[in-house]
């Protein structure tokens, strides 16, 4: 059957085949009914006897014919959804650069966005990034944050000091409330991890003490990082119980190294974690733990 016959055939066959006549009393030749079986995606064809006569039905029984009637029948546009249409945003002009719908905690110029537990921010801002001063303490979003998609670059000092968890450590925590006693969030380990041996859940791009990295991405030390994370904050009944946990996604450097993957409760650096009832929305805070790791470029998107 050459390419136009078949696509006559294509055209007029799904009016014959549905005709009550054919479809319902068959067809009196084989070759007919596998023409038909062929259009209909289906093999074979299976034999009936009507008033004493055979006829042929395409398909191997009644039962996949029945249901490829039924597909037949179904128009495009029976699955078609066109609402709610996807809000237009603007993308950033190149890799890194935010979007027309992003908060902007960061962008070199001020730390309006940022607070401290004894105050404004004490950390040191030069050019386009901000350095942790040491012993300051932890650095806080002023605005809660559940779900969001957060873009961060950072920068381990140059000068080599230390080794393991001793080397260019800070941390990116979700939902860390201000003022609360010991390990409450949701830490993305910062350290350099390049060339330095540690505990694989507690590298660079861990979820400290919970999943390991799936692998070490880290550039040079003195060189700009960037982590891109998705976090799906956990969900609580009213009364504490836990009705969903968190989840998050990091790609590091461009590559992904924790593919949504479930947090087990907040991550501590003693002892197992656990979950205890949160608001659904809290800062972001980045951890002071006593070396001079730098930040810039930071926006957020709430999902």
Same mark, same amino acid.
């Given at each position: 059957?050459?390419?136009?016959?078949?696509?006559?055939?294509?055209?007029?066959?799904?009016?014959?085949? *549905?005709?009550? !006549?054919?479809?319902?009393?068959?067809? @009196?030749?084989?070759? !007919?009914?596998?023409?038909?079986?062929?259009?209909?995606?289906?093999?074979?064809?299976?034999?009936? $006897?009507?008033?004493?006569?055979?006829?042929?039905?395409?398909?191997?029984?009644?039962?996949?014919?029945?249901?490829?009637?039924?597909?037949?029948?179904?128009?495009?546009?029976?699955?078609?959804?066109?609402?709610?249409?996807?809000?237009?945003?603007?993308?950033?002009?190149?890799?890194?650069?935010?979007?027309?719908?992003?908060? +902007?905690?960061?962008?070199?110029? &001020?730390?309006?966005?940022?607070?401290?537990? &004894?105050?404004?921010? @004490?950390?040191?801002? $030069?050019?386009? *990034?901000?350095?942790?001063?040491?012993?300051?303490?932890?650095?806080?979003?002023?605005?809660?944050?559940?779900?969001?998609?957060?873009?961060?670059?950072?920068?381990?000092? !140059?000068?080599? @000091? %230390?080794?393991?968890?001793?080397?260019?450590?800070?941390?990116? *925590?979700?939902?860390?409330?201000?003022?609360?006693?010991?390990?409450?969030?949701?830490?993305?380990?910062?350290?350099?991890?390049?060339?330095?041996?540690?505990?694989? &859940?507690?590298?660079?791009?861990?979820? *400290? @003490?919970? /999943?390991?990295?799936?692998?070490?991405?880290?550039? $040079?030390? %003195?060189?700009?990082?960037?982590?891109?994370?998705?976090?799906?904050?956990?969900?609580?009944?009213?009364?504490?119980?836990?009705?969903?946990?968190?989840?998050?996604?990091?790609?590091?450097?461009?590559?992904?190294?924790?593919?949504?993957?479930? +947090?087990?409760?907040?991550?501590?650096?003693? %002892?197992?974690?656990?979950?205890?009832?949160?608001?659904?929305?809290?800062?972001?805070?980045?951890?002071? /733990?006593?070396?001079?790791?730098?930040?810039?470029?930071?926006?957020?998107?709430?999902?």
């Amino acid at each position: 059957m050459n390419f136009f016959i078949k696509l006559i055939f294509l055209l007029s066959f799904p009016f014959i085949i *549905y005709s009550q !006549s054919q479809s319902d009393n068959g067809l @009196k030749d084989r070759d !007919s009914a596998l023409n038909y079986a062929y259009y209909l995606n289906c093999s074979g064809v299976f034999e009936k $006897k009507i008033d004493g006569i055979i006829y042929f039905f395409p398909c191997k029984d009644e039962e996949e014919l029945q249901i490829k009637k039924i597909q037949m029948q179904v128009r495009p546009e029976v699955t078609e959804v066109w609402d709610p249409e996807p809000k237009i945003i603007t993308p950033g002009n190149s890799y890194g650069m935010p979007p027309s719908d992003a908060i +902007i905690l960061f962008d070199g110029t &001020n730390l309006d966005s940022w607070i401290q537990e &004894n105050g404004e921010p @004490k950390w040191s801002l $030069k050019d386009d *990034y901000m350095t942790v001063k040491p012993g300051s303490g932890g650095l806080y979003t002023k605005k809660s944050f559940g779900d969001c998609q957060l873009h961060i670059e950072f920068r381990t000092p !140059s000068q080599i @000091k %230390g080794e393991g968890q001793g080397r260019g450590n800070s941390g990116v *925590y979700f939902m860390q409330e201000m003022g609360a006693k010991g390990d409450v969030g949701y830490e993305v380990q910062v350290l350099d991890s390049y060339e330095n041996r540690t505990y694989s &859940n507690g590298q660079a791009s861990s979820i *400290y @003490k919970q /999943h390991i990295p799936l692998v070490n991405a880290s550039k $040079k030390p %003195g060189e700009w990082q960037t982590y891109d994370i998705f976090f799906k904050a956990p969900l609580f009944d009213e009364k504490g119980k836990l009705l969903r946990p968190a989840y998050i996604t990091v790609i590091h450097n461009g590559v992904l190294v924790q593919n949504h993957v479930q +947090i087990q409760g907040a991550t501590r650096y003693i %002892g197992y974690p656990s979950y205890k009832k949160d608001n659904k929305k809290e800062p972001i805070m980045l951890q002071d /733990h006593g070396d001079l790791v730098s930040y810039r470029n930071i926006w957020i998107r709430e999902l």
